[in-house]
């Protein structure tokens, strides 16, 4: 009898480590998969900050296939995941996430590549009841059904609380062997990577995905707002992720580093950008985003940045600014008062 192979959808958390973990114990041929959206760049902001410099900095989903002994093989869907975030047919969570529109998209590519490659079905890590609405036990069927993937679909974690599936039916999968875990608590994932001998893995806190994120929905929905139109690129959303964003007009919006990390990640973007950066004084890089600043935009700006620099108390600090054509001149302001930044133009 030939080996059978499923393809496990890898986060890089703990949940798809014990599920392809579990199937691979029953002598099947597990690869992974992990589909890159731009959202779920886990190690980015700590990778460049000051204050992360601590954490580990590792890919989770690479760190998991390691962890596994398997092949991963990791896809770009950058632009073919806009429709799912600019249009989910079934809305967004509590942010601008939109997790059953998501979970559908990438189990129907799943599903696409197990025909392509000649695999048998797929795993994922889902839990029944863990997160409010992609994993309620009623929308289980929805997300088989709409992604094609149907009863090849196995959910390993939590099998045993679902109706079998043609790899359980076949015996492909000793469905005894499955787990039975619901609910939000992690305990039992806990308890199984123990079993395992699993005592290093990421924390769960809505995924790597930054759409669960309050703040950086702001953002996102701050760029909608102001450009009249739900179109991104891969820059802008991983701009959101870096700086202090304030928006003192419609006109404009500045994105001002926080720390020398963030300086020379922003550093980076300098050429596609009006920028301010502090002379007299030490302090930030700002990106201006928006159209050719007027005089009373810029000094605004100039104003705004030199308050975030170590001149923020002096009557006068010296900045650079630079245009659309990299042309570059010298401003002289004085900084604003903390006072004179108003709550309205702080995004979240």
Request: aromatic content about 8%; hydrophobic content about 40%; overall charge neutral.
């Amino acid at each position: 009898m030939r080996v059978r192979r499923a393809v496990a959808l890898i986060s890089g958390g703990l949940d798809s480590l014990l599920a392809a973990r579990l199937i691979q114990q029953q002598d099947i041929e597990v690869e992974g998969i992990n589909f890159f959206t731009g959202f779920c760049v886990e190690g980015h902001t700590h990778a460049i900050r000051n204050r992360d410099q601590k954490r580990v900095k590792r890919n989770n989903a690479l760190w998991v296939a390691e962890q596994l002994g398997i092949k991963l093989h990791i896809i770009d869907i950058v632009e073919e995941y806009k429709d799912v975030v600019i249009n989910p047919k079934h809305g967004y969570g509590a942010n601008l996430n939109p997790c059953l529109d998501c979970k559908v998209f990438m189990v129907h590519k799943a599903h696409e590549w197990i025909k392509q490659h000649d695999f048998d079905f797929i795993i994922t890590g889902e839990v029944v009841g863990q997160r409010p609405k992609s994993q309620l036990k009623r929308l289980m069927p929805l997300i088989a059904a709409e992604s094609g993937a149907d009863d090849l679909l196995l959910r390993p974690l939590c099998a045993q609380n679902l109706p079998p599936t043609q790899p359980e039916l076949d015996g492909w999968v000793d469905r005894e062997k499955l787990k039975d875990f619901s609910g939000r608590s992690r305990k039992p994932q806990i308890a199984l990577a123990k079993q395992f001998g699993f005592d290093d893995y990421a924390q769960p806190a809505g995924g790597c995905c930054f759409l669960t994120d309050q703040s950086y929905s702001v953002k996102l929905q701050d760029l909608w707002d102001n450009r009249g139109s739900r179109e991104y690129e891969l820059d802008d959303i991983m701009l959101l992720k870096v700086g202090r964003h304030i928006r003192p007009s419609k006109a404009f919006k500045l994105i001002i580093a926080r720390e020398e990390g963030e300086n020379n990640f922003l550093s980076g973007y300098k050429n596609q950008f009006q920028t301010i950066k502090t002379v007299s004084h030490a302090g930030p890089l700002a990106l201006v985003e928006g159209e050719q600043l007027n005089s009373e935009q810029l000094e605004l700006a100039c104003a705004i940045t030199a308050r975030y620099s170590k001149g923020r108390d002096a009557d006068s600090v010296e900045l650079c600014f630079s245009d659309h054509e990299q042309e570059s001149r010298s401003i002289q302001v004085k900084p604003l008062r903390a006072e004179q930044i108003k709550s309205d133009w702080i995004i979240l």
